[in-house]
């Protein structure tokens, strides 16, 4: 585990200017502008295509039958992913909050309670995307499994519209329930279903690698 997470810390040491582009943006967003929330989605977001881009870079030229010949299992690979999507985008989003709050400490303007629920929003949106993105990754590789997620997304869309149609009622009531709730229940809300589907997801991914053929 610590050697493939080794591996692709290296490999995005590589892509450092795009890092220091990322952090360049939001800190200029954030002394500026005093655009906390901003900093905090920008580096989550893309600090996630970076954990996608390594499981590309894995498959390229067929590296992944190369990296199974080690003492590397497949469960191990796929938990692997997941822990360093919450090391890297779970970072990113502590050190934009952190330094976001510094800065309005230093201005004298603190709104930390305004700044969290949305922050943990933020989160739960960032995991939920990556619970999505990777098993896609994993069994269609990066251009087609974009593809796919970008169809499956259209399909729950329509899902959701179909329903909207077919018992309003219920779609009218789950509506009115999560707008009666407070930013920081809905925060809450957001981040429990979101941790369940990054585990659902980890299933998943697991099960996709285990039968996939390199």
């Not at 992913?81 to 800065?103: E, Q």
């Not at 619970?131 to 990754?137: D, H």
Request: proline share 2%; aromatic share 12%; glycine share 8%.
């Amino acid at each position: 585990m610590m050697g493939l997470l080794i591996k692709d810390f290296k490999m995005m040491k590589e892509k450092k200017l795009f890092f220091i582009i990322m952090i360049t943006i939001s800190v200029v967003n954030v002394v500026f502008y005093g655009n906390t929330t901003f900093a905090i989605g920008f580096m989550s977001f893309i600090s996630s295509l970076f954990v996608l881009s390594t499981i590309s870079y894995d498959a390229l030229d067929n590296g992944n039958a190369f990296l199974f010949t080690l003492p590397v299992s497949r469960a191990n690979y796929v938990t692997e992913k997941y822990l360093l999507t919450f090391l890297i985008c779970g970072g990113a989003w502590l050190l934009a909050i952190v330094f976001g709050i510094c800065v309005s400490i230093w201005k004298g303007t603190v709104n930390i309670s305004d700044v969290m629920p949305a922050a943990l929003i933020i989160l739960s949106a960032v995991i939920v995307i990556q619970a999505a993105s990777i098993p896609f990754q994993l069994k269609f590789g990066g251009e087609m499994g974009r593809i796919a997620l970008i169809g499956a997304f259209g399909a729950l869309s329509a899902i959701w519209i179909v329903a909207a149609k077919a018992v309003p009622m219920l779609v009218a009531n789950v509506k009115y329930s999560l707008s009666r709730m407070s930013i920081g229940g809905l925060a809450a809300l957001a981040m429990v279903v979101a941790w369940i589907l990054f585990l659902i997801s980890m299933r998943v991914s697991v099960k996709i690698m285990k039968d996939k053929e390199f």
